[in-house]
């Protein structure tokens, strides 16, 4: 894939990859729809219309981003319709067959998130887990029967917690990838304050990044009439 980052746009780093690679794995629908949120260059959104989305749209707050995006498509030959806004915002009562993720997680020094900047990328609120948990709650509504979500973020943040809200929302959850290793840069220059808050144990500079995936229930069957009220038995 060619790929190329705007200055201000956030360039894919090792979760990106790690996240992509969890994509090419799904098996999609003939003609799946596909969304990256939080798109920042497209990469993943680029990735799904390569691994055959008919139709892969991207969602990011950034108009920089976006613009990236676009490029990044046509330098691959792909179309991914692209739309500005907060996570779900822009596709209001959309449903797509593949919805992936790698949103801002790195805990941050207040609950208020960055209007501007670079920052936007990763500052997600005192617990890293703003814009996420947003992001859980929305996408169940965002996905079609059989549909699949994907999102990516260090175990820093807590793993539990994601799988318990993707079933909470009616999602099958799973772990589809992971990989170990240092803290990233971001993490290392907080990690003083992250293990004042006990996000990270006294001396710990590792982390586990993990691809997590929520599936929609297939089509609800719908019950058939037991025997017994067939034949009339049935408590009335
Ligand atoms: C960690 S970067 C991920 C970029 C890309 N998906 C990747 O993996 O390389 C997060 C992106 O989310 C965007 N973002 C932050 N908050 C957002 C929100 N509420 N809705 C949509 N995009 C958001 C940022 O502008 C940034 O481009």
Redesign the pocket.
């Known amino acids: 894939m060619r790929l190329v980052t705007l200055p201000g746009?956030?360039?894919?780093?090792s979760?990106?990859?790690l996240?992509?690679g969890a994509l090419g794995e799904q098996t999609l629908p003939a003609g799946a729809t596909a969304l990256?949120?939080?798109?920042?260059?497209?990469?993943?959104?680029v990735c799904a219309a390569l691994a055959g989305a008919r139709e892969a749209t991207a969602?990011?707050?950034?108009r920089r981003?976006l613009l990236c995006a676009r490029l990044n498509a046509a330098l691959n030959g792909v179309r991914v319709r692209v739309r500005r806004?907060?996570?779900f915002?822009p596709v209001a009562g959309e449903r797509f067959d593949l919805v992936?993720?790698?949103?801002?997680?790195v805990p941050a020094d207040s609950d208020e998130?960055p209007r501007r900047g670079?920052a936007?990328?990763?500052d997600?609120g005192r617990d890293g887990r703003l814009?996420l948990d947003?992001?859980l709650d929305a996408a169940p509504a965002h996905l079609r029967p059989g549909g699949i979500l994907l999102v990516?973020h260090s175990t820093v943040i807590g793993g539990d917690e994601t799988l318990r809200r993707m079933a909470a929302g009616g999602l099958h959850a799973d772990v589809v990838a992971r990989a170990d290793g240092p803290l990233g840069p971001l993490l290392s220059a907080r990690a003083p304050v992250l293990e004042a808050r006990g996000l990270l144990a006294p001396g710990q500079r590792h982390e586990q990044v993990l691809v997590f995936r929520g599936r929609a229930p297939h089509a609800a069957v719908r019950a058939r009439p037991n025997a017994a009220a067939l034949a009339g038995g049935g408590r009335s």
């Open positions: 746009v956030f360039r894919p780093i979760d990106s990859r996240l992509a990256d949120v939080c798109t920042g260059s497209g990469f993943l959104a969602v990011d707050v950034s981003a806004g907060s996570l915002e992936v993720a790698n949103p801002p997680y998130l670079l936007r990328a990763w997600a814009v947003r992001l990516v």
